[in-house]
Structures are given as structure tokens and as C-alpha cells.
């Protein structure tokens, strides 16, 4: 079994809406079931380094956008916290998720300012139907790092999001899925090939309570700040920090940043 933990950046928001931004990303982290307890480990290892350096607490939560932009939405112990260190957590952290040889990150890019999405509700399909796509196709190619089990399905857990949207949107994909079909000519096929190997309905995560969620966190938000850095970013480099994430980017889905349109 190969879990997907699954956070968003941006909003799925048209300017009409008040959106401020043009972007609407999601980040999966994949692992399979055997390699779980494994991870799992090596992020309380890096949790266990964290607070004999800079005193955090290993039950506080690593939220990536607060850490640079709401500082006063974080824990105390990474609110008295310097910009620049909680900038150097960030990094520190990126650089652990690339030593993880047991996952796989598959990204999503929706941009609202292409005109193919007219509402919010198409964002957020649009964005979601892409990542359920890629995560099954990439478990029936056997991409994954992991077992290659003939058998294997895929279990979704989103951090909290709007979970009723997200089954509606699995379960109709697993009885129709049209698929429009790209060929070597340049033409295109249509075919419907529903879902098969996700199962159940994603399990809403809170990210507090999941280090895993919390990597999925770092992951949208070093994806989001490579396309739409802020100024400090920017200033400080951070907007190329997801290319510390290069050795666990799902290339077997896109070769680079995975847009939806």
C-alpha cells in the first residue's frame, strides 16, 4: 500500500473572489506502507537535532509559510525565533526530506492566470483530479520508490481541506474518467479509464499531528515560493530551495513542475 500525504499553498480563488494570488499548488508526499515506519524515524531524528539546536520542541509544528511570513501564528518556541533562523529551519528541513530514500513528491501547479479555470471550484478539481491521476498512474507503472508488488493501492490523507469535495471527486473517477490522450503523431485519443488502484476516501490529516503532513507543508511551500517567491525570499535565495528537493521529485510523473493547466 503506497500513502499519500497531501497539503495546498495558495488559494483556489478568482481575482473576483479577492484572490491575491495567481497560484493554487499541491504537494504529495508518497511512501509506502513497508518504508512508513522508517521515515517516520528519520523525521524524529531530525526533530530530535532541531531541538538540541535551536530548542524547538518536537511536538510543534513546522508550518513553512508561518515561519516566514505569521510568525506569530507559530508555537513559542519558533515565534521568539529570528526571521533568518526560522529561514535556516526551512532549509535544514528541506535538506532531511532529500535524504528520505523511501519517498516520492508529486507536485501540482494550477496558474488561474491562464484563463482555463473561470471559478474556484474548477481550481480546486482541476488541481485534485491531477494529483489523483498521477498517483495512480504512477503506482501501475511501479515508479514509486519501494515495494513493486503486483497488488499494490494507493490511501490518500489530505491535511484538512474540504474532504466531502474530495471524495465526491475520487468516487466519480473510479466508475468515469475520460482521459484525453496525447500520441507520438501529436494527435490525441479520448479514452475513460476510471481509478482503480486509490481505495477508500482520503482521511483528513491534521497537519499538527502528522510530521509527514508537515514535509508535504515544506514541500508546496518551497513549490509555490520557485514560481511566486515573496520579496525576503527571494533576497535571501529561498525561492531555489526546491531544488534541494531534486533526489525525491516524482520525475516518472512530469519531468518538471507538475502543472495541472
Known amino acids: 500500500m503506497y500513502l499519500m500525504y497531501v497539503d495546498e499553498s495558495g488559494d483556489c480563488g478568482m481575482p473576483a473572489d479577492g484572490s491575491q494570488t495567481p497560484l493554487f499548488c499541491l504537494s504529495g508526499v508518497v511512501v509506502h506502507e513497508l518504508c512508513w515506519r522508517e521515515v517516520l524515524s528519520e523525521l524524529i531524528d531530525f526533530r530530535r537535532w532541531l531541538w538540541g539546536k535551536y530548542n524547538v520542541f518536537q511536538d510543534d509544528e513546522i508550518h513553512a509559510g508561518d515561519m516566514i511570513s505569521k510568525p506569530t501564528n507559530l508555537p513559542p518556541s519558533l515565534r521568539v525565533l529570528n526571521k533568518h533562523t526560522r529561514l535556516a529551519i526551512v532549509r535544514h528541513f528541506a ?9 516520492s513528491i508529486i507536485n501540482v501547479v494550477v496558474d488561474k492566470r491562464n484563463g482555463h479555470a473561470k471559478t474556484k471550484d474548477e481550481v480546486f478539481r482541476w488541481a485534485w483530479y491531477s494529483l489523483f491521476q498521477r498517483f495512480e498512474n504512477t503506482i501501475r ?5 519501494g515495494s513493486k508488488n ?7 490523507f489530505p491535511d484538512n481541506t474540504d474532504g466531502q469535495k474530495l471524495r465526491q471527486f475520487l468516487n ?3 466508475v468515469t474518467n475520460p482521459l484525453k490522450i496525447k500520441q507520438q503523431s501529436g494527435s490525441f485519443i479520448h479514452i475513460d479509464e476510471p481509478i482503480k488502484l486509490i481505495v477508500e476516501n482520503p482521511v483528513m490529516r491534521d497537519s499538527r499531528e502528522s510530521y509527514i503532513v ?5 514541500a508546496v511551500f518551497l513549490l509555490k515560493q520557485s514560481i511566486e517567491p515573496s520579496a525576503y525570499m527571494k533576497k535571501h535565495g529561498g525561492n531555489a530551495y526546491l531544488t534541494r528537493l531534486d533526489p525525491v521529485l516524482c520525475k516518472h510523473a512530469s519531468k518538471k513542475i507538475q502543472r495541472a493547466w
Request: hydrophobic share 35%.
Open 95 to 103: 535538506d532531511t526530506i532529500a535524504k528520505l530514500q523511501n519517498i
Open 141 to 145: 507503472q511501479k515508479n514509486f520508490p
Open 150 to 156: 503486483n497488488d499494490d493501492r494507493g490511501l490518500i
Open 172 to 174: 466519480k473517477m473510479q
Open 214 to 218: 508537515q514535509v508535504a507543508d515544506c
